[in-house]
């Protein structure tokens, strides 16, 4: 972890830490990350960690510290009944008054600069809906908060832009108890709601049971998506794109190329699972296997790009002589001196100012019509033709469609 505990001064004059992670340039918003019910533990301080990547100032406060300082669990039976009993005996109204002292010893950070969030999972889910409601945050982000039905009443005072993520099937919180509180909270229109269908309580949360990973991403992108709109910081994800592009692709320099990415970052090229995960895999796969790989008339035509919260989609062709053996898109194969072109989507994830990871898709088959490796005859496959239709939308379709003439003369 890269954070440090610091001191914060309680209502009533007493102090509780709280785990502080700040970005790589020092400064930015602010977020206060609220805890579940086993206290600041490693999950806690790995998503302030994360989230300092992304350009924030981020707190998580020990709400526990009345009845123990310094309460740290994990996902133990044992520790899931001490859980248990801490959630039982604390008090919300000091949490969140634990929650107004913690932003205001954010805003006097020398590191914090302007607005400030709440984010929280569980028993943080709920406090970061309460802070929303009697506190002066920005906005805030609950994941499954559970008990939301017994602060419907609060639902009206919410000041702020919130999001809330619940689970399909969390057994804290069946559907009709999960209507009732969506049906008070769409009176809002400051209020996003979204429902991960199939997931249980706590899917965010890589080391528990019901972890499922597509839906946690896709809550996080939800979730930085508002806190980007509400509290910045904004970061031109297409200038990045294109330097990193320009160090693979012009310049070809694997010692620029790894500055633009964060420290332990992935490519998969999905068609041949091709790439690396993590710096060193990484930084070995362009150097040896992919820079220089790539043959002499590489191009890519530009096609669109749409750019989000924390992802770039760029749709372009990708045109080439198969000149050399192009380790990561026709592994193993010798040089058939054919040139093609391919049709290609890349789904580019940052965090903060740096490159993520890299999704790269592309149809293998038509590559391998191009270079003679493969015969389509009979097969619902396509040459060239692919990325020329791409290009100019009037050329045929359906030329692969045997019935396609069938329906010609049919009412419509």
Known sequence: MNGEYIQISAEDGQAFSAYLAKPKNGSGPGLILLQEIFGINGYMKSMADRFAEE????????????????????????????????????????????IQSTAKALRA??????????????????????????????C?????????????????????????????????CPPETREKIQAALSSNAAIEQYVYADCD??????????????????????SLSMLRRILGPI????????SHCHYEFATRDVNAIMPTMIASPYVNHIPTMTGGVG???????????????????????????TIGTDRIVDEFVFCATHDREIDWLLPGLSPTGKYFEIPML???????????????????????????????TGLPVAGIATAKKLIDESLPSNSLMRNWETSANKPI
């Open 346 to 376: 890349a789904v580019v994830h940052f965090r903060g100012d740096k490159l993520y990871n890299e999704h790269i898709y592309w149809d293998q088959a038509s590559v391998l019509v191009q270079i003679g490796l493969l015969d389509p």
């Open 201 to 222: 309580h706590a899917f965010a949360t890589s080391e528990r049971e019901h972890f499922d990973k597509p839906a946690a991403m896709m809550a996080y992108s939800r």
């Open 109 to 138: 950070l020398s590191q914090h600069g302007s607005k400030i969030g709440a984010l929280g999972y569980c028993l943080g889910g709920k406090l970061a809906m309460l802070a929303a409601s009697r506190t002066d945050v920005d």
């Open 235 to 242: 970061y031109d994800l297409d200038s990045l794109w294109e």
């Open 55 to 98: 350009g924030y100032v981020v707190v998580v406060p020990d709400l526990f510290w009345r009845m123990k300082p310094g309460v740290v669990l994990g996902y133990s039976d044992e520790d899931f009944a001490a859980a248990l009993d801490y959630n039982e005996r604390l008090s919300i109204d000091l949490a969140v008054a634990d």
């Open 140 to 172: 805030a982000v609950s994941y499954y908060g559970v008990g939301l039905d017994a602060y419907l009443h609060e639902v009206p005072s919410i000041r702020c832009p919130m999001v809330f993520h619940f689970a399909g099937e969390d057994a804290f």
């Open 279 to 305: 710096h060193d895999q990484l930084k070995r796969f362009y150097k040896y296997h992919f820079v220089d790989a790539n043959p002499a008339d590489t191009r890519l035509i530009p096609v669109s790009r």
